[in-house]
């Protein structure tokens, strides 16, 4: 388990009376996971005192597919991509272990995939096959992280593919993000989005349709409440999970988009608990966001 920063360190140690009963109330939650949890929130116009280490930087895992579905879809927007392009799926995009339904459907490969299927798969199911396929015509990670530093969230950082985590349990701690630089893109795809309005549309739909992460930002939620959320989870490791995130735009009864990102590192909880837990900051937040004005 690595070390807490000075940043987790110094929250940690802030007196709860100093906190707003929401901050409280998340804090008192998030130690259930029995770990480290990240928290950032943004509503236009309302101040949400949500901020649980914010500006850390817990690994990404799947969160990170996110960032490269608007990369992906600015490289159709500047024409050197088509939706409908038929994309090879490689014998050498293959890997055992990894959880991917296209790989599951053709285990042989050598089958032509449309673009839109690929990212659908990615978003929708985090098909990590899908997402190093999305990797390897765009040229790499670094090509993602050029994305991100244009647009002004260097803090997102994208540097090695799902192969590499796979193959490398430290890696995952490399492709880390900030919270809150997370809820930033969130905010520009609900409010001044990077991609045109078609391509927004069908990036939300693909994430409000995914079904991963059923018990997370979605758990607790009022029943028909619209979540375009994108999960990302490490396996276990000598005790703990690296990683159990959560993030997404959670639509309010007026309409409003709330933006929320939510990991969940080296917890020692299991799996319900650490779901519970995203779940529960994710209700609180939300209740904040309907009585704060």
């Known amino acids: 388990m690595r070390p807490l920063s000075l940043l987790a360190l110094f929250t940690l140690a802030t007196p709860l009376i100093a906190q707003t009963p929401l901050h409280q109330q998340l804090a008192t939650i998030a130690t259930d996971a029995r770990g480290q949890v990240f928290v950032a929130c943004s509503l236009p116009g309302i101040a ?3 901020n649980l280490n914010p500006h850390g930087h817990p690994p990404m895992q799947s969160t990170f597919k996110l960032p490269l579905a608007v990369a992906v879809l ?15 799926f490689l014998p050498s995009d293959r890997y055992p272990g990894t959880y991917s339904p296209l790989q599951d459907a053709h285990p042989e490969a050598n089958v032509d995939v449309p673009l839109h299927s690929l990212l ?19 040229g790499g990670p670094q090509i993602v992280q050029e994305s991100m530093n244009k647009l002004g969230l260097p803090a997102i950082h994208v540097r090695d593919s799902e192969r590499g985590l796979h193959d490398d349990f430290q890696a995952q701690y490399r492709n880390d993000a900030e919270p809150a630089a997370m809820v930033a893109l969130l905010r520009m795809l609900a409010d001044h989005s990077p991609l ?9 739909r693909w994430m ?3 079904s991963t992460g059923p018990h997370r930002i979605k758990g607790l939620l009022p029943a028909g409440t619209l ?4 999960t990302g989870t490490s396996g276990e490791h000598n005790g703990f999970a690296p990683a159990t995130n959560d993030l997404g735009l959670i639509t309010l009864p007026n ?13 020692h909880a299991d799996e319900a608990t650490r779901d519970a ?7 609180a937040i939300y209740d904040s966001a309907l009585t704060t004005r």
């Not at 659908?120 to 765009?138: E, H, Y």
């Not at 045109?196 to 939300?204: F, Y």
């Open 208 to 210: 409000t349709e995914s």
């Open 48 to 50: 949400i005192d949500c």
């Open 227 to 230: 979540v375009a959320h994108k």
């Open 120 to 138: 659908q798969l990615s978003v929708g199911q985090s098909d990590n096959t899908a997402s190093d396929i999305l990797l390897r015509i765009l």
């Open 277 to 283: 837990v995203i779940a529960r900051i994710a209700k």
């Open 74 to 88: 600015q490289q159709v927007e500047r024409g050197k991509l088509t939706l409908d392009q038929p994309i090879r």
């Open 196 to 204: 045109s309005a078609e391509h927004t549309v069908l990036l939300n």
């Open 255 to 267: 309409g409003q988009r709330l933006a929320v990102a939510i990991f969940v590192t080296d917890a």
